[in-house]
């Protein structure tokens, strides 16, 4: 039977896509500014935060007033609080793609320090993750999300490869590199934190689809 | 919440003549919690209720077979002493049904079958009776008016005291708020949530938040089938079977 609700459901559906549509752009437009030492690139992810900022005011009340409303139960509840969840990770995620546009206007006037290897390995990371992390939201697929959770140690690796190499063989070898070594280091720091709220994606989704909470236990994925 | 059963039911099957109401019924109730059975209208949820103090027995054509067991003892059967049973059983109403006594002799009237007891036994029982029910501040100088002039929930309050007035150890509830109205039903639920320290108490409710709001463990049943029994969190968040998401969510019945 098709109900009323299912309409708001669908509609709700369709904000939470366009903010992680938002995000992703965010994402990949500071990955670009850095790249391309873009400063116009990287200002106009700043300026667009608002935006997101703002879509993320009205699904929370969006969802707060289908809560209210139709006190929805079982896999509809799940749906609508896991909804709530990964709009604060998106906004966060849009938040981090700000921070990086800002390193990269911090950078842009300096000369390079080093080509960059590890930290465009770690955005494409980052981006597929939030990519698979979305993409196992609109097909609820566990498989894909499961994927995305184990993803992170990656992430992880990679960021720890990047910090200490600009420690070790810049910073503490010649300290006036570092105007130019830290923005780099916060930017790998930026995009390991992406890549743990395309992990939160990822978690809430499996609880949405089977009920079970998978948050902190990791372990118990297989 | 690791509480004992109260009742215990297996195999249970039930017709109305040709009719097959319930079928093959397994669930444990516990004790001192709330039980609330949902599901859609006959679907023998009311029926199942009315096995647990045999008040099916005055259907006509009426057939059980398999076992419940409360306190080791299997109520189903011909041996069984009713009346004993339905003291230990209470059952309270959808409409109140006060008796058109006065307040007192309501409360008094089961006390009075049961045993023999003297004037002052039968003040106490009157007192502590409609304490357990939180009247007893209002009503203590109106004892002697009629039971007849209470408001609804006054009424429904003086069922259950009459019920706890001949110490039960399980109050069943048959959609005990459906006539009142939202500050109302709050009020009994409130009751129900103490009454529970010293009852088992098992509800049957077509109102599905307030399943959600005051039980412990929620029952689903569908055409004669307990479908699921388990923890109201559970249920309510993520039901094992799908007909049990449809039915919560609004997608059947």
Known sequence: ?222 | MDNISAIEISGLDLWYGDFHALKNIRAGFRERIITAIIGPSGCGKSTLLRVLNRMNDLVEGVRMSGHVLMKQEDIIGEAVDVTGLRKKVGMVFQRPNPFPLSIYENIVFGPRIHANMRRHELDDIVEKSLRSVLLWEELKDKLNRSALDLSLEQKQRLCIARLTAVKPDILLMDEPCSTLDPQSTQRIEELMRELKKDYTIIIVTHNMQQAARISDETGFMLLGELIEFGPTEHVFTSPDDRRTEDYITGRYG
């Open chain 1, 1 to 222: 039977m098709e109900r009323f609700f299912d309409e708001e459901l669908k509609n709700l559906h369709k904000d939470i896509l366009k903010m992680a549509v938002m995000a992703q752009e965010a994402i990949f437009r500071s990955v670009e500014a850095l790249q391309s030492r873009d400063r116009g690139e990287a200002q106009g992810v700043i300026d667009t935060d608002d935006k997101v900022d703002e879509l993320e005011l009205e699904i929370d009340e969006r969802c707060i007033d289908l809560i209210a409303r139709h006190q929805p139960m079982a896999g509809d509840l799940r749906f609508i609080t896991t909804g709530m969840k990964i709009n604060a990770e998106l906004e966060r995620i849009a938040d981090l793609a700000v921070d990086i546009s800002q390193r990269v206007l911090e950078l842009a006037d300096k000369p390079v320090l080093k080509p960059l290897i590890d930290i465009p390995k770690l955005s494409v990371i980052a981006q597929d993750m939030v990519r698979d992390a979305i993409d196992s939201f609109i097909e609820k697929d566990v498989d894909l999300a499961k994927k995305t959770v184990f993803s992170d140690q990656e992430a992880d690796n990679l960021r720890n490869l990047v910090q200490d190499e600009l420690i070790n063989d810049y910073m503490a070898k010649d300290p006036s590199s570092a105007p130019r070594a830290v923005p780099l280091l916060l930017i790998a720091r930026h995009l390991e934190r992406i890549c743990d709220h395309a992990t939160n994606i990822a978690e809430d989704v499996i609880y949405m689809v089977k009920g079970k909470v998978i948050k902190h236990h990791s372990g118990e994925l297989s």
